[in-house]
């Protein structure tokens, strides 16, 4: 899509992606916001360079694409702007103000809401000079790459995902040692385990993708081993993070990247936490019941 100020290019050599030039947001017109959904269904990840963003500048361009969602632990969440969560290795006053923790090992974002995150922003507000990248996986081309009686077998699948499930495993985790916060029994109530397809239609162009979720799968409705159930997703969800379907982002300062959860999946890697500050504001937009197929 081009018009006379703004454009999307694709990345080159990548299997999903595209870089927005001539936007400066959130000072674009209408038309942008309503070509951005139709550009993230069909790239997955969108790369917006040198945006010089505030807390309420970011939080605007979020709720053009949707009601804004709020997070599970609230601790980190930025004061005053409950809805832009920190990511962060930095410690004031003795304190953490972000989650240091969060994002590593694939997956797609809150699956274990019952209205799982459509788009989610994340801006870089400092950045390391090395490592610290992120990496996205296109699962929509991982759907339609496998065999036609692969395909239909998948899609009478539903997977139950649960949040403790996650926290309890990162918790376990010796690199997180003591790191993890853990919800509070209110925080826990507020996500109950819920069920998804293993393969999702999006609602904006009808296509099917797989959604493996990631590291909240407990099991697999129908297979009455769960640990059988868990070990065929994590089997799809190899095979979508294959590097013929990966996009690897290098982080600057100011880019800001939104994705859609629908048809990707992503992770964060490491970076040397001793060396190096890192800042990161992340809002997550909340999308629709996911749509089997």
């Excluded at 963003?53 to 969602?69: D, K, M, S, W």
């Excluded at 290795?89 to 799982?116: F, K, L």
């Excluded at 296109?138 to 995902?161: D, F, G, I, M, V």
């Amino acid at each position: 899509m081009e018009t006379a100020t703004w454009h999307f290019e694709p990345i080159a050599g990548a299997p999903l992606g595209a870089v927005a030039h001539g936007v400066d947001l959130p000072d674009v017109d209408d038309a942008f916001f309503e070509e951005l959904p139709r550009q993230l269904a069909r790239h997955g990840v969108i790369v917006f360079r040198d945006q010089h963003l505030t807390p309420e500048a970011l939080q605007e361009v979020a709720t053009r694409l949707g009601p804004l969602e709020p997070l599970v632990l609230d601790q980190f969440c930025m004061p005053g702007h409950p809805f832009i969560y920190i990511l962060s290795n930095i410690v004031e006053n003795g304190r953490p103000i972000g989650s240091s923790t969060d994002g590593y090992g694939w997956h797609t974002d809150q699956a274990y809401y019952a209205q799982p995150t459509a788009y989610t922003l994340l801006y870089g507000v400092e950045v390391p000079p090395e490592g610290a990248d992120t990496q996205f996986a296109n699962t929509r081309l991982a759907y339609e790459t496998l065999p036609p009686e692969r395909q239909s077998a998948l899609r009478k699948l539903w997977t139950e995902h649960s949040y403790m499930k996650m926290i309890m495993d990162r918790a376990k985790n010796p690199a997180f040692a003591g790191k993890v916060p853990l919800p509070t029994p209110e925080q826990q109530a507020k996500v109950p385990d819920v069920l998804q397809p293993l393969v999702r239609r999006h609602p904006v162009d009808a296509s099917l993708s797989l959604y493996p979720g990631g590291q909240t799968v407990k099991r697999v409705v129908g297979i009455e081993d769960d640990a059988a159930g868990v070990a065929l997703v994590q089997e799809l969800l190899d095979w979508c993070t294959n590097e013929r379907f990966q996009y690897r982002h290098v982080w600057s300062a100011h880019d800001l990247v939104i994705w859609d959860n629908r048809c990707t999946v992503h992770r964060a890697t490491p970076y040397d936490k001793e060396r190096y500050r890192r800042l990161m504001w992340r809002v997550s937009v909340k999308g629709e019941r996911p749509l089997s197929s």
